[in-house]
């Protein structure tokens, strides 16, 4: 299966490793370029033993990659996960940017930018308290 998991942190980059582990194909996206980069190149950003040479054995199978571009996971994947913050969490953090799209957004987006007629995109709501 291809999957988009959306937001790379704590949880969304342990769930895109183990799910590409076992054998999908998997794009994950931050709006955090600096994160995108470092884990593209095999660092995990965070303390989880066996979570790096797991990533890196995946990136080297060419079963994982990541992106900041809403299109490309869009257009990758047919079910998403959303790991992302909710609102309310990225305020709480100081990072809270009214531009930043909350969940019910993301899930616009990947919608209007998957360029199918019937998009077939089923979104899974993981962590977020609002539906979409
Ligand atoms: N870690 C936990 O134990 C836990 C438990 C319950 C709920 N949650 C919730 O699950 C979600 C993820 O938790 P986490 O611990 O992985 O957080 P985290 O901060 O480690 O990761 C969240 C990631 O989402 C990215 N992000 C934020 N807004 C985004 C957007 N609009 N589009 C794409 N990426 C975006 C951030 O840059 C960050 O890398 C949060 O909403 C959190 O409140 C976490």
Redesign the pocket.
């Known amino acids: 299966m291809r999957l988009g998991v959306?937001?790379?942190?704590?949880?969304?980059?342990t769930h895109a490793v183990c799910m590409a582990d076992l054998g999908h194909e998997v794009i994950g996206?931050?709006?955090?370029a600096d994160?995108v980069a470092r884990v593209s190149k095999g660092d995990v950003p965070?303390f989880e033993p066996g979570l790096e040479p797991m990533l890196r054995k995946n990136l080297g199978a060419d079963r994982l990659r990541f992106t900041t571009s809403f299109a490309e996971v869009a257009g990758f994947a047919n079910v998403h996960f959303l790991?992302?913050?909710?609102r309310h969490?990225?305020w709480r953090?100081g990072?809270g940017d009214k531009h930043?799209?909350?969940?019910k957004?993301?899930l616009r987006g990947i919608r209007n930018s998957s360029g199918k007629a019937s998009p077939s995109k089923i979104a899974l709501r993981?962590?977020?308290s609002s539906s979409a």
Do not use: N
């Open positions: 959306i937001g790379i942190g704590y949880l969304g980059l996206l931050d709006v955090d994160k965070f790991y992302q913050w909710e969490a990225a953090r990072s930043r799209p909350g969940p957004r993301t993981q962590t977020a």
